[in-house]
């Protein structure tokens, strides 16, 4: 028997509505009074007192941290680690804009600037054995979740000391020791992958009997994902077996250059969960304070064996979609308003308000970071590239390569087969 609650989350007030490029917008910023209905166990947030009152994200981050005796939102701790990722995404993405206008890497490269919030707020909860799988805009969630810079910079760089042996690339960034399953280039891609990886956990620990087996499987994607087939399937399937996985939805408005609001029918993703049986939550994506709270119920509900949640992080890249992008599409109005709302300048001017780190601090941090990027260039600068022999490793189904001739033979062990290709 199900029952009538309060809307889990409403979409956060965050823009200013008196913005040109936003008057005619019926969602960003928008409440909603609609009443969704779950089954009785799954309760994201408490109730607010009144069935008929939205309780807001924010709301239930200040109620949960009123019974606390610090009133703070974070330790000082948990404060410098979650600046540190932010400012080690930041940086090197900018590293990254160099590199490849110097040459250095190739092909289409996706930055994750502006986006900081929700790859820390979500990744930085989790347990090494926990599962990633990301987007083509996945550096920052592999080195969030521990691969080093080196190892990220060098598989940009196509060196055999990249995380992808040099093969992946921007989009294929893949680390089995650190559980990130890997980047993929087609939107929807990853989520089919992330479901698999969710019921591995559920089967090993219900079928094999592996009681510690608790693992958690992240799903990143975009808002242009949304409107993919795999996406609705997935959610079905986790929902139905309540695997233990969280969809996070980085809505950062644009899908390469079409707008959010123009592509969707109704826009508010967060909806699309309760639909499958699931809780959908909406959460301001540029504060990592606000995506920490969602987050770990999120993470522990799923470990608890409650099943799946779909997170809606509405948030903003700060460059065009790729760095061949010259981002001419969105209105300039639109991208100031969003870069004066930027998540590391935010936390920033939270610790310091609040006394959880002095400017000094959190520069010396920034010079820490400052010199791991640089020698994560140096390091993937000086490496070498990947070996002519491994061009067709992990490509076809026979490890030797592409297959046996009529002779009986391999037929890439015949130097005539790889005549033409090009020479690393």
């Known amino acids: 028997m199900s029952l009538s609650v ?3 989350a409403q979409p956060l007030p965050v823009h200013d509505r ?3 490029f936003l008057t005619t917008t019926p969602f960003l910023g928008s409440a909603s009074s609609h009443k969704l209905r779950f089954i009785p166990t799954v309760k994201l947030f408490p109730r607010s007192t009144s ?3 939205v309780v807001s994200v924010s709301r239930v981050v200040k109620d949960n941290k009123l019974k606390s005796s610090t009133h703070l939102l974070i330790t000082k701790e948990e404060g410098l680690q979650v600046y540190e990722d932010m400012i080690l995404g930041r940086f090197f993405e900018d590293m990254c804009a160099q590199m490849y206008y110097r040459g250095k890497m190739f092909g289409f490269v996706h930055l994750y600037n502006g986006q900081e919030a929700v790859s820390t707020g979500f990744i930085k909860l989790l347990k090494k054995e926990d ?3 990301s987007t083509y805009r996945d550096h920052v969630h592999a080195l969030s979740k521990g691969v080093p810079a080196r190892a990220v910079m060098s598989e940009l760089f196509g060196k055999a000391t990249g995380c992808s042996r040099g093969q992946g690339g921007s989009m294929h960034m893949f680390s089995k020791e650190h559980n990130v399953i890997g980047g993929f280039a087609f939107i929807a891609e990853g989520i089919p992958v992330a479901t698999g990886a969710a019921f591995s956990s559920k089967y090993r620990r219900e079928v094999l009997k592996e009681t510690d087996c608790d693992h958690v499987t992240l799903a990143f994607f975009g808002d242009g994902t949304c409107n993919n087939g795999q996406f609705y399937e997935c959610l079905n399937m986790a929902a139905l077996w309540k695997l233990p996985i969280v969809f996070v939805v980085e809505n950062n408005l644009w899908a390469i250059g079409m707008s959010h609001l123009r592509s969707t029918s109704d826009p508010h993703i967060w909806k699309k ?6 809780p959908g939550v909406h959460v301001d994506g540029m504060d990592v304070l606000k995506v920490r709270e969602v987050a770990k119920e999120a993470i522990e509900r799923a470990r608890r064996g409650e099943g799946p949640t779909l997170v809606e992080c509405e948030t903003y890249r700060f460059r065009g979609h790729s760095l061949a992008d010259p981002d001419e599409l969105r209105d300039p109005a639109e991208k100031a308003h969003y870069a004066g709302r930027d998540p590391i300048s935010a936390l920033k001017k939270y610790m310091i308000e609040n006394k959880l780190a002095s400017e000094q601090e959190l520069k010396s941090i920034e010079k820490k970071i400052d010199e791991v990027v640089e020698e994560a260039v140096a ?9 002519r022999s491994q061009l067709l490793e992990n490509v076809f189904a026979d490890p030797k390569g592409f297959g046996i001739g009529p002779d009986g033979k391999y037929r890439c062990e015949d130097p005539k087969f790889t005549e033409g290709t090009a020479h690393v």
């Open 273 to 278: 969960g309760p639909a499958f049986g699931m």
């Open 18 to 20: 008196t913005m040109s």
């Open 131 to 133: 599962s990633v799988v």
């Open 51 to 53: 069935s008929s009152t």
């Open 379 to 387: 390091f993937a600068d000086a490496s070498p590239y990947p070996p």
């Open 6 to 8: 309060a809307k889990l």
